[in-house]
Structure formats: C-alpha cells, structure tokens
C-alpha cells in the first residue's frame, strides 16, 4: 500500500487535498487475496462532509466499496489476484 498526499502550498479551510492510495498485492505469498478491507486513518483535520472520493481504478472490482467515518477511510472489495494493483 502505498500513500500520496499532494500538498504544494498551506491549505485553508475548505479548500481540496489530493490523497491518493494505491493498493498492491506483490507480496510474498502465492495466493489470490479474497474479501480485502483496509482501514486507513487519516489525519483527524479531516472530515466526512469534505472527503469526496475521485474516480477509482479499484471501482471495476466486485464489491468495491468505500466509507469514511472520520478519522478512518475503509476500503473493501471481493478479491485482488496476485500482481494485480488499483488506485
């Protein structure tokens, strides 16, 4: 899993944060990842009203899904093959 947020000056209240997430499976094993959950925390400046997702590579997944409940981002879907990654 790997995390970006794009910052290139102090941000106001209000204004957009670019996080991106992208989500691998090129680990050791040799299997096939089924019913992946990830818990992300974000910084608690963050808020429900102002988390608005972008388009996803992850949303052609079966059972993509995202919900935030601050501070936490949750990402989930049904499986991620081995090599394969979304964004």
């Keep these: 899993i790997v995390q970006v947020v794009?910052?290139?000056?102090?941000l106001d209240a209000g204004q957009l944060l670019?996080?991106?997430?992208?989500?691998?499976?090129t680990?050791?094993?040799?299997?096939?990842?089924y019913d992946v959950s990830i818990a992300d925390?974000?910084?608690?400046v963050f808020s429900a009203p102002a988390f608005?997702?972008?388009?996803s590579t992850c949303d052609e997944r079966t059972g993509w899904a995202l919900?935030?409940?601050?501070p936490t981002?949750?990402?989930?879907?049904?499986?991620?093959?081995?090599g394969e990654s979304c964004t």
């Design 41 to 44: 925390t974000m910084p608690t």
């Design 73 to 82: 981002a949750t990402y989930s879907f049904d499986s991620l093959l081995l």
């Design 67 to 70: 919900s935030f409940t601050a």
């Design 6 to 10: 794009a910052i290139r000056h102090a």
């Design 52 to 55: 608005v997702p972008a388009t």
């Design 27 to 33: 680990g050791q094993s040799t299997a096939n990842a």
């Design 18 to 25: 670019t996080y991106t997430l992208t989500i691998s499976h």
